[in-house]
């Protein structure tokens, strides 16, 4: 035993400093979360989150992102699977620019989409004669949380379908399976965990949109102001504690997504 | 690795020293205010080489709320008294009102829903925006709109509350809103602006504050109500204190 802990000079520094930075970047992490919940005014919390305005908005967060989650499965559950199967020129191309709204600020995303679907945009023109106007409607902010959201849905399908491979599915065929009997009984099931966890990614991206939302669909009670909305406007206009009740309520949401997807973050 | 922690530590130190010299005054500013302090800005710092002028603007309640919040400002321009007050204990020496505005109905420059007068921003299918009610000029529009008699068919009409008038400004430049209810000193060439009448009219006052000991606080809070600084605010569309 005396061999095992026998260390050469100097050996055992290196693993003590990156633990310590290790501990320090766990506080870092962890603490606005947990002084959030210190901070708040737990007396008050009863009464301030059962007003109307909040009620609303918490509310409207919920029909929201759930909107763009469907919208991104109905857009993005395609688009995967010819990422992942099909192979057409460009495909590499595509693939960056379904992940450009990940990245891109979501400020610039709420610009964009004002010069796209915007009354006076390049497609918003043309659906505003149809009677369509998008900007400072609940559909609008759908259509922002979607913009953000849909490539955390798309990306983490498409690997799922990568990894699950062709293998199935073509021995499903040789034995007379019909294409949705495949997909039914063993695309489906293979891709179901990416699935899953792609989709609360999504919704909890989409439930935490602000920066598009307030500049596309702008910041009305009961149409456009979700949770995050109100807590902005909470704090613009000096409700601190308002402001810190929402955002508890939505840090209880993505505490909850986080142990959904307890091992599926991480790399297998 | 000795030598990078010991590196680093004389970095940091090093880093924190300020800037030598130089006086800094930090201005907070209704965001009503922007041209004109910017002007004023640059001519205060023309008088006074070697101080620079540190300009950010917001709502009047936003910038409230952060200097309440303990930001580093020198002097504070609100669009708003009862804002000021609400500061207290903060603010150094009496407050100075140093102009007054007054409210314009804007619509883009090709009136896409026919807003003749101000009362058509009650009338059905007007697309609205105002600042947010807690933000002075989301209030004072409100107030306007209340003594011109229209103000429950505007609310019904108003599709966003935004965070600041300038913000207004935009959605309206954008052609997303069909009107707002902005600053007559917010008005641009991108914009059709509509007076209210006098009934309508709400008093609107500019006090501005030091909120520091720092002598350059006092010196432009001084400046800004000096003669020469009501002259710029003037030419900027203001109206006298």
């Known amino acids: 035993m005396a061999s095992v802990r026998r260390r050469r000079r100097g050996e055992g520094a290196a693993p003590a400093v990156l633990g310590a930075v290790a501990c320090v970047a766990v506080a870092f992490l962890a603490l606005p979360p947990l002084a959030l919940a210190l901070r708040a005014p737990w007396g008050a919390a009863a009464e301030r989150l059962s007003d109307p305005a909040v009620l609303d908005a918490l509310q409207l967060s919920l029909v929201v992102s759930t909107a763009a989650l469907a919208l991104s499965l109905v857009l993005g559950a395609p688009l995967a699977w010819a990422l992942a199967r099909a192979s057409f020129p460009g495909r590499r191309l595509v693939r960056a620019l379904v992940i450009v709204p990940m990245v891109l600020p979501p400020v610039v995303a709420g610009v964009g989409l004002l010069s796209a679907f915007g009354r006076r945009g390049v497609a918003g023109a043309a659906l505003e004669r149809l009677g369509l106007t998008l900007p400072f409607s609940t559909t609008g902010a759908a259509l922002a949380a979607a913009f953000v959201a849909a490539p955390f849905l798309v990306v983490a399908l498409e690997a799922g379908l990568q990894s699950a491979g062709r293998d199935l599915e073509d021995a499903a065929a040789t034995l007379g399976a019909g294409r949705a009997r495949i997909l039914w009984t063993v695309t489906l099931p293979s891709v179901a965990p990416s699935l899953a966890a792609g989709a609360a990614l999504c919704w909890a991206r989409a439930l935490g949109e602000f920066g598009a939302t307030i500049t596309f669909a702008g910041n009305l009670r009961g149409r456009t102001q979700t949770a995050p909305l109100a807590v902005y406007e909470e704090l613009q206009t000096g409700d601190p504690d308002g402001a810190v009740l929402v955002s508890l309520v939505l840090l209880a949401i993505s505490v909850a997504v986080v142990a959904a997807l307890r091992g599926r973050l991480s790399p297998r | ?241």
Request: with cysteine; proline share 7%; aromatic share 4%.
């Open chain 2, 1 to 241: 690795m000795r030598r990078v922690v010991a590196a680093l530590a004389l970095g940091a130190v090093v880093g924190s020293c300020g800037p030598p010299a130089g006086r800094e005054v930090v201005v907070l500013a209704a965001s009503s205010l922007t041209e004109a302090f910017t002007d004023l800005g640059r001519r205060f710092e023309r008088a006074h080489p070697g101080t620079t002028v540190t300009l950010a603007f917001g709502s009047s309640a936003e910038l409230a709320v952060q200097i309440d919040g303990g930001a580093p400002a020198d002097v504070f321009a609100s669009a708003d008294p009862a804002l000021l007050r609400r500061l207290g204990g903060r603010v150094r020496g009496e407050p100075v009102r140093v102009a007054t505005n007054r409210l314009v109905v804007v619509t883009p420059r090709d009136d896409p829903a026919g807003v003749a007068r101000a009362a058509d921003v009650a009338r059905p299918g007007v697309a609205l925006v105002l600042a947010a009610p807690k933000v002075p000029a989301g209030r004072y529009a409100r107030a306007a709109l209340a003594r011109l008699g229209v103000l429950a068919g505007a609310e019904r009409n108003v599709v966003s509350n935004e965070a600041d008038v300038k913000a207004v400004v935009t959605k309206v430049v954008l052609g997303e809103a069909h009107a707002g209810v902005c600053y007559a000193t917010d008005v641009t060439p991108a914009l059709r602006a509509l007076e209210l009448p006098r009934r309508a009219q709400v008093p609107i006052a500019y006090p501005v504050a030091a909120l520091s000991d720092d002598p350059g606080a006092r010196s432009f809070v001084s400046y800004v109500a000096s003669a020469r600084g009501r002259a710029v605010l003037e030419d900027h569309g203001f109206g006298p204190p």
